[in-house]
């Protein structure tokens, strides 16, 4: 069947691409972002066919003080079901077979194309990884903050009010409680197949010899002990930028990251990081040449310099954004 042709490339897209030599040059990639979460999430395979099953305490028995010549009750513990859903995310990449083999590496004019694709699939999953809400959007599975939307023991508020425009938030994860996960017998990761040349189709019916890319995602998030995952919700990003000035309206953010590790239930079963936005990182190592701090260090983490806060590692994410409403 014929399809449209307003996402394929043609001629001007390949223009734009070519170097003063006419060959295809390197791609400054200006719309890249940092979002190391990715990296950080252990995975497992659900025991469902689109998600996983998770069987949770939900109470335990209360024993009795026997007097002598008295019996006690029978008491039971309880379980409860919570099942985690997975999306699936997916892209395809065709292209004119002549538009590909233009300057004589087809390889190459693929490869950057493949990895524009790669980068936009991260980016989506990320995002959805902190914003993603399936009550809202089905398709979608579930984020961080969907599970922290009202204030509470594990969701702290900043005082930041809802003006749309810099209310942002600190996260502190504990994997290993809480996981990434795929479906039953399908694979871990991003998939990449390609398809080889391909016949494709135009919006008039008519064919023509293509290469054809499927990219594909299928993944969730799992909770088992909600208590792993900490917010501090409302961080007015104006005020934080008064920090060390003489009219400083900043709230403290030490303070409240104290809270939030503390509130961990045993740091030695999770392995616990700190994201956050890129404003916050910013102020965070600025805080960093504070002659009175001692909380904030710069260490060496697999080979990166990396901001740790009384020994976890604090890192940048550019998904988790600065216009999130008033959590209240």
């Known amino acids: 069947m014929a399809t449209e042709i307003g996402n394929k490339l043609n001629l001007i897209d390949v223009a734009k691409m070519l170097d003063p030599s006419g060959n295809i040059g390197p791609v400054a990639e200006i719309l890249s972002e940092t979002n190391?979460?990715?990296?950080?999430?252990?995975?497992?395979?659900?025991?469902?066919?689109?998600?996983?099953?998770?069987?949770?305490?939900?109470?335990?028995?209360?024993?009795?003080?026997?007097?002598?010549?008295?019996?006690?009750?029978?008491t039971k513990a309880t379980t409860k079901q919570i099942d985690e859903t997975c999306g699936m995310l997916e892209a395809y990449c065709s292209v004119d077979k002549k538009i590909a083999d233009l300057n004589?590496?087809?390889?190459?004019?693929?490869?950057?194309?493949?990895?524009?694709?790669?980068?936009?699939?991260?980016?989506?999953?990320?995002?959805?990884?902190?914003?993603?809400?399936?009550l809202t959007a089905p398709e979608e599975f579930n984020g961080l903050s969907v599970r922290t939307n009202a204030l509470g023991t594990y969701v702290l508020g900043?005082?930041?009010?809802?003006?749309?425009t810099d209310c942002t938030s600190i996260f502190l994860v504990g994997w290993g409680p809480i996981y990434g996960i795929f479906p039953r017998a399908s694979k871990a990761?991003?998939?990449?197949?390609?398809?080889?040349?391909?016949?494709?189709?135009?919006?008039?019916?008519?064919?023509?010899?293509?290469?054809r890319?499927?990219?594909?995602?299928?993944?969730?998030?799992?909770?088992?002990?909600?208590?792993?995952?900490?917010?501090?919700?409302?961080?007015?990003?104006?005020?934080?930028?008064?920090?060390?000035?003489?009219?400083?309206?900043?709230?403290?953010?030490?303070?409240?990251?104290?809270?939030?590790?503390?509130?961990?239930?045993?740091?030695?079963?999770?392995?616990?990081?700190?994201?956050?936005?890129?404003?916050?990182?910013?102020?965070?190592?600025?805080?960093?040449?504070?002659?009175?701090n001692v909380y904030l260090t710069l260490n060496d983490y697999a080979g990166r310099p990396t901001t740790f806060f009384r020994g976890i590692p604090v890192k940048q994410c550019d998904s988790i954004v600065s216009t999130e409403s008033q959590v209240s």
């Not at 252990?42 to 998770?54: D, F």
Request: include cysteine; glycine fraction near 10%.
């Open 36 to 74: 190391p979460i990715i990296e950080d999430i252990p995975w497992k395979e659900g025991n469902l066919p689109t998600g996983h099953r998770i069987i949770q305490r939900a109470s335990i028995p209360t024993p009795t003080w026997r007097k002598l010549n008295e019996g006690v009750t029978d």
């Open 213 to 292: 890319t499927h990219y594909v995602w299928e993944s969730g998030l799992a909770v088992e002990d909600a208590r792993y995952l900490v917010r501090l919700a409302n961080i007015d990003g104006s005020a934080l930028a008064t920090y060390g000035a003489s009219s400083d309206s900043s709230i403290n953010l030490i303070q409240y990251m104290i809270q939030m590790q503390n509130l961990l239930p045993n740091q030695n079963a999770c392995r616990p990081v700190f994201y956050v936005s890129r404003t916050v990182k910013t102020w965070l190592d600025i805080m960093i040449q504070d002659k009175h």
């Open 158 to 164: 900043g005082g930041g009010t809802d003006d749309g």
């Open 104 to 134: 004589g590496n087809t390889a190459a004019f693929r490869a950057g194309q493949d990895k524009a694709h790669i980068e936009g699939m991260s980016q989506e999953f990320s995002d959805t990884l902190f914003y993603g809400n399936a």
């Open 189 to 211: 990761g991003l998939v990449m197949e390609d398809k080889g040349q391909v016949t494709l189709g135009d919006a008039t019916n008519g064919w023509y010899e293509g290469y």
